[in-house]
């Protein structure tokens, strides 16, 4: 039961990762392209894109990284971006040729993979932020550790705020002491 | 505020003290609200972003770079920065007021909004906009795009009209649509892009100087000047950027009432008809501007900024890959006929990736479409609507939210009916007129930026003076491009 809540709290970054992942599957059932193919496709890119978007989440979730930032997410698919192409590339090529090789220049596959994940990290942390929040928040009538997150993120705007505010004060006093001065 | 920057601050009585600019109604002085406390709190950008990715980052600039190399993409990087100075200028009154520009326009000279409110109507009601990427989702679904675009106009008719508040709305719907843009496009690129691609690309970018003889010809000039001026949001689009941040509540405009959907207009708050203005001579009222100022600054450069170059490099490289699969796609693209380079290009694609990606690069061309189509109604009809309510008399027996929607069904049913039985772009003989009055109102927000901002505020907050260099090069830029184009080629920006 406690894995399920768990699982339950992943769904913002498994649902955005699987997202960008099939949208190339789902987009040819619409056109009616062969279903073997669509599915393939689908399945070998959407699902490792899905399991390291909740596992993105799950970081969240426990603190590990920051919330609302983009440097951490920047840093995770900087590894992850690449990995779930290069399953993409192989598993695509083993299922529908049965043969196994890694991508021609595989060294200079990765790097340019890893370069587009910057883009990728900009959309991820875009739609995650506009779902989890509001996704937390009606989860957490009935589920303690969705409550917990969002109190979480309802905490983390209250210190920044008050970090502010603080700041603020400091510079309200050094301008009217310069003044006075 | 203190008398010695700010002559123009009465004290009316004991009552209430009041900023007088220009000859309109005076502003009250109100709070200043904080700004958001956190930058992951996405703002009003997403319309720019929408409006702003559009053809010219989906189709025009790959063009340029497949006829003239990758180094011309340093004419974007200036077109681009100066559009997110343009942005943070506009933001600059619409924050400090809750005003639009147009209102600011009208407190410098009212003949000068006159001509931003006859110029909005003269350009935008032509539903020729709606057909890129309505012939895309036609290329994917076989449905004819004229259908899907008089259908897509009737739905937007109806879910602004249906949603109690508009912008809430528009903007959650819009960041789902552009989020998945964004990370479509990144994965797409990561598909058929390669290492060398993306360096000559980027590479490209600083390549400051780069100018081909070819480019000073009537065929090339008016395209890459008019590509570099309509590189990000073009036309009125900026100044429309106003009306969203004072939905959006941003800094002064969490003082004027939402517009509400025609469904809940009853609900309609008072809607007051000048702006409102803080105290610039108390600190804690300066910082909090500050902290609004980053909050702005973070949005044009990492989001807008940001978003439109990932855009125009992702398709940069898929036009690259495209050309490389299939010489044919080179030729048709530098040839000009959009629709057959589209799908020459898709065709390249679906070679190299399979059939599915060919249709998936339709995909996001109907998808950026959508989005323009979706920003760019609400933001005509909001800028009409402000402008007719505030500035036409007797217009006040009206709800806002009444005008908004008179506007909105009006330029719906004018866009079916020249769907159905004209020219959709506009009468061939006015469309020279139609694009030169889109680069010149580029050209003339610049100037009233530099009015406004420098003489309808407060001096505290008034730009720096590097800002209204950049803005006064923007202003000489768009308007001597129009008129060198016009007078040495004969031709206006295409």
Redesign the interface.
């Known amino acids: 039961m406690r894995l399920f809540r768990l699982a339950q709290l992943t769904f913002p970054g498994l649902i955005?990762g699987f997202?960008?992942?099939v949208?190339?599957?789902g987009?040819?059932a619409?056109?009616g392209?062969p279903t073997g193919?669509?599915l393939v496709?689908a399945l070998t890119?959407g699902v490792p894109l899905a399991l390291l978007g909740a596992g993105y989440t799950m970081l969240l979730v426990q603190g590990r990284v920051r919330?609302?930032g983009?440097a951490p997410a920047a840093l995770y698919w900087l590894i992850g971006?690449p990995l779930a192409?290069l399953l993409h590339e192989v598993l695509t090529r083993f299922i529908l040729t049965g043969e196994a090789a890694l991508p021609a220049e595989w060294l200079?596959?990765l790097?340019?993979?890893g370069?587009?994940?910057a883009?990728?990290a900009?959309?991820?942390l875009?739609?995650h932020?506009?779902i989890a929040p509001p996704y937390w928040q009606r989860l957490a009538v009935h589920n303690p550790d969705a409550r917990g997150v969002y109190l979480k993120y309802a905490e983390?705007?209250?210190i920044?705020?008050e970090a502010?505010q603080r700041?603020?004060a400091a510079?309200?006093r050094k301008?009217?002491s310069s003044r006075k001065g | 505020m203190a008398d010695s920057h700010n002559p123009q601050v009465v004290v009316a009585g004991e009552e209430e003290r009041v900023w007088r600019a220009g000859g309109l109604e005076p502003m009250p002085i109100r709070p200043l609200p904080?700004?958001p406390?956190?930058?992951?709190l996405?703002g009003p950008t997403v319309f720019l972003v929408a409006l702003g990715v559009g053809m010219g980052e989906s189709y025009m600039w790959p063009r340029l770079v497949l006829v003239f190399g990758p180094e011309i993409r340093w004419l974007f990087l200036i077109g681009v920065t100066l559009q997110a100075v343009v942005m943070l200028e506009m933001a600059r009154y619409a924050m400090a007021t809750g005003e639009s520009i147009f209102s600011g326009a009208a407190r410098v000279f009212k003949p000068l909004m006159w001509f931003f409110f006859v110029t909005a109507i003269l350009v935008y009601i032509w539903p020729g906009h709606l057909s890129a990427g309505a012939s895309a989702f036609e290329e994917?679904?076989g449905i004819p795009w004229v259908v899907t675009a008089c259908v897509a106009l009737i739905l937007v008719g109806i879910l602004f009209s249906l949603a109690s508040v508009i912008y809430d709305l528009l903007e959650?719907v819009l960041?789902?649509l552009?989020?998945?843009?964004?990370?479509?496009?990144?994965?797409i690129?990561?598909?058929v892009?390669?290492?060398a691609d993306?360096a000559s690309t980027l590479g490209g970018m600083f390549a400051f100087g780069y100018l081909p003889s070819e480019m000073f010809s009537s065929s090339w000039f008016p395209i890459v000047v008019g590509s570099i001026a309509f590189a990000g949001p073009s036309g009125m689009q900026q100044m429309w950027y106003t009306l969203h941040l004072r939905e959006s509540g941003a800094g002064m405009g969490a003082h004027v009432p939402k517009i509400r959907g025609l469904r809940s207009a009853k609900e309609q708050g008072e809607i007051p008809s000048h702006g409102y203005m803080f105290d610039t001579d108390d600190?804690?009222e300066m910082?909090?501007w500050r902290?609004w100022r980053k909050w702005v600054t973070f949005d044009a450069f990492?989001l807008f900024w940001?978003?439109t170059m990932?855009v125009t490099?992702?398709f940069t490289v898929l036009a690259q890959s495209a050309a490389r699969e299939n010489p044919n796609v080179k030729g048709l693209i530098e040839g000009g006929d959009r629709s057959a380079a589209l799908e020459a290009m898709s065709d390249a694609f679906a070679s190299a990736g399979?059939?599915?990606?060919g249709?998936?690069f339709f995909?996001f061309i109907a998808l950026i479409g959508l989005n323009a189509t979706l920003g760019l109604f609400d933001s005509f009809s909001r800028g009409q609507a402000d402008m007719t309510y505030n500035h036409i008399p007797g217009a006040k027996r009206f709800r806002l939210s009444h005008l908004y929607a008179g506007f909105l069904w009006g330029v719906i049913t004018f866009g079916i009916l020249i769907l159905l039985f004209g020219p959709a772009d506009g009468p061939s003989g006015i469309l020279d007129i139609l694009a030169f009055l889109s680069s010149f109102a580029m050209g003339a927000y610049c100037v009233t930026l530099l009015l406004v901002n420098n003489t309808m505020l407060p001096k505290p907050i008034r730009p720096k003076w590097w800002s209204n260099v950049i803005i006064g090069f923007g202003a000489v830029f768009y308007l001597g491009m129009l008129f060198y184009s016009l007078f040495r080629f004969g031709v206006v920006l295409d």
Do not use: C, D
Request: charged content about 10%; overall charge positive; cysteine-free.
């Open positions: 955005v997202i960008a992942g949208l190339a599957g987009l040819a619409v056109v392209q193919w669509a496709s890119l919330l609302g983009f971006f192409r200079g596959f790097a340019y993979q370069i587009v994940s883009g990728f900009i959309g991820f875009w739609l932020e506009r983390h705007a209250r920044m705020f502010k700041r603020r510079i309200g301008t009217s | 904080e700004a406390p956190s930058i992951h996405l994917i679904t959650n960041a789902i552009i989020g998945v843009l964004v990370v479509g496009t990144a994965v690129a990561s598909i892009g390669s290492w993306l600190p804690a910082a909090k902290g990492l940001g978003i990932l490099i992702s399979g059939p599915v990606l249709s998936l995909g």
